[in-house]
Nanobody
Framework: QVQLVESGGGSVEPGGSLSLSCAVS????????MGWFRQAPGKEREKVAN???????RYAESVKGRFTISKDNTKNTLYLQMSGLKPEDTAMYYC????????????????WGQGTQVTVSS
């Protein structure tokens, strides 16, 4: 049974920082692509960042320079460090895993966590 469990969400003021974690069991993250997606109310789920087997990271244009994705294969855990948060970053953030290489498309990921809410507001 594959489980992805996100943590670290919360409420912050604009300009603040948050760090998300995704603990994975039943699947070895070093064997595929790991990604962070987000979904705001009334909007489609969108890719935030992903990281491949070779640890190459790719980001959505809207978060480049503000967010950093990383992983610890020994802990089988994925991370997302977010800084310079903006109100438009408010969304449910999901961790996802995919066998093989990275893609932008949520439908191509095999496993998903339940999500953690991030709210940016003054």
């Amino acid at each position: 049974q594959v489980q992805l469990v996100e943590s670290g969400g919360g409420s912050v003021e604009p300009g603040g920082s948050l760090s998300l974690s995704c603990a994975v069991s039943g699947y070895t993250i070093s064997g595929g692509c790991m990604g962070w997606f987000r979904q705001a109310p009334g909007k489609e789920r969108e890719k935030v960042a992903n990281i491949g087997i070779d640890s190459a990271a790719r980001y959505a244009e809207s978060v480049k320079g503000r967010f950093t994705i990383s992983k610890d294969n020994t802990k089988n855990t994925l991370y997302l460090q977010m800084s310079g948060l903006k109100p438009e970053d408010t969304a449910m953030y999901y961790c996802a895993a995919r066998h093989g290489g990275c893609t932008h498309f949520a439908k191509e990921y095999n496993y998903w966590g339940q999500g953690t809410q991030v709210t940016v507001s003054s």
